[in-house]
């Protein structure tokens, strides 16, 4: 599995309102991969963080012109790369 890594790896959900990142791996269960997939998002994708509830349980990203939303849960298992 080709792994893109870089000294800003962090996780999804460590990120804030406004910043930006590129996936660098996503570490989940094949339907949520799948289901990530249909809405574009993959390694290698730039995203921005739109929208984050109190406490970080959703979170609303925008990829390619697509806003997703996404628990708390499943953000933490995305790993990305601030940009």
Known sequence: MLQIK?????????LHKGDRAMIVKIDTEDSLKSRLLSFGVSRGSELSV????LGKKTM??????TLIGLRGEEASKIEVERL
Not at 8 to 13: D, G, I, Q
Not at 50 to 53: A, G, L, N, P, W
């Open 6 to 14: 870089g000294q800003n790896s962090m996780k999804l959900s460590e």
């Open 50 to 53: 739109e929208e984050c509830s």
């Open 60 to 65: 609303e990203i925008l990829v390619d012109d």
